[in-house]
Each structure stands twice: as structure tokens, then as C-alpha cells.
């Protein structure tokens, strides 16, 4: 898969759907969807950290506020 934070790339008949780069909301393209929203950080670290999914197929999309506060 090609990939990178700069630019997205069209891997044609693969739908990656990825985490690891935080976002206020869920990024979704035709290609790709980011997903992470931060759930593991505190609220001061980030404004409103959840939890998110996507369904297949349907492209809905889901998000669970952070229950619990753990500080790291």
C-alpha cells in the first residue's frame, strides 16, 4: 500500500482505513479513512478524545466519548 502523511494516494481497489495520526474528526476519502480520534489522551492534551469505528459496508461511521480519564 502506498501511504503518507503528506499526500494521499489512490491504491485503486484497497480501502485503508488507519489510526495513529490524531484528528478532530474522521478524515474518509474514496481510498482511505483516519480514524483516530485520540481516546487514549487526556482532555487536556485534546479537546474531545473518542473512540471511532467505520462499518463495512455502510461507511457509517461511530464514535464513543472517552468514559474513563487516565492521565499518560
Known sequence: ILWSRKKCFDNKEIFNVF???VFD???INDY????DLGCCY???KLLNPRLCAL??????M?????????KF
Open 25 to 27: 474528526e474522521p478524515q
Open 55 to 60: 462499518e463495512f459496508p455502510t461507511m457509517k
Open 19 to 21: 489510526g495513529h495520526e
Open 42 to 44: 487526556s482532555k487536556e
Open 62 to 70: 461511530f464514535t464513543q466519548n472517552k468514559l474513563e480519564e487516565y
Open 32 to 35: 482511505s479513512c483516519a480514524i
